[in-house]
């Protein structure tokens, strides 16, 4: 049976991976929103909406989707060092989107966050995550999944800094290191996450379900 999912977050790291992913995934029938046109691989099965920030409410109104795929974000340095305006994308865009999902009628959200995201946590950007999750939680959708990636990998859009390149190369190498509960700080592919969010669309249970880096891998295979 295939499920009606529409994709915020299309242009990014994780985005272009789930995109890329449809082909493999034919039970999917995917949607993406999106502020600009995105260059679509090829074998991909994905219809792109392209709108304004400002009318994605409205878009996700009228596309009514079962799933919502939530693979929206930034970073301090992208919005450069400002917290609030990090916060405006991170947090208040993605509940506001959540929102506007539960009033259409969406049953399910899949949410990709990170690993140690805690709204108690002393880290501004791991906070924050914590409190989307907390948002989302308190709407009630018959399912919620939380990804919790470590360090993620792949091609970024626009050049990384030499540290950024060294970590990614490295990562494979020091996740070998990382066992018990350190396991779950180990690095994931963009395309296993892609594949995890993917398997995961129109899963069957209800309730808050929180993946952390094993089951990402798990479920990417």
């Not at 090829?42 to 079962?66: M, N, S």
């Not at 050049?159 to 018990?180: I, T, Y």
Request: charged content about 25%; aromatic content about 4%.
């Amino acid at each position: 049976m295939s499920e009606t999912a529409l994709l915020v977050g299309a242009t990014g790291l994780v985005g272009r991976a789930v995109i890329a992913g449809t082909e493999r995934h034919p039970q999917v029938r995917l949607s993406a929103l999106a502020r600009r046109e995105v260059p679509l691989p090829k074998g991909a099965r994905v219809e792109v909406l392209v709108a304004d920030p400002a009318a994605w409410t409205k878009a996700i109104a009228q596309a009514r989707p079962a799933v919502l795929i939530i693979a929206l974000g930034t970073t301090i340095r992208a919005v450069g060092g400002s917290r609030d305006a990090f916060r405006a994308v991170d947090h208040d865009l993605v509940v506001t989107l959540a929102e506007a999902a539960k009033e259409a009628g969406a049953r399910q959200v899949i949410l990709v966050s990170s690993v140690g995201a805690s709204a108690t946590s002393r880290n501004f950007y791991l906070s924050v995550k914590g409190e989307v999750e907390q948002a989302l939680d308190a709407m009630h959708f018959q399912r919620l999944d939380i990804l919790r990636p470590g360090l993620l990998r792949g091609r970024r859009d626009g050049s990384l800094r030499w540290m950024e390149r060294l970590g990614q190369g490295l990562a494979p190498f020091f996740d070998l290191f990382l066992h018990g509960k350190l396991a779950r700080y180990r690095s994931t592919s963009a395309r296993d996450l892609a594949e995890a969010i993917l398997a995961l669309v129109g899963a069957s249970g209800r309730g808050r379900h929180v993946h952390g880096s094993g089951n990402i891998h798990r479920l990417a295979r």
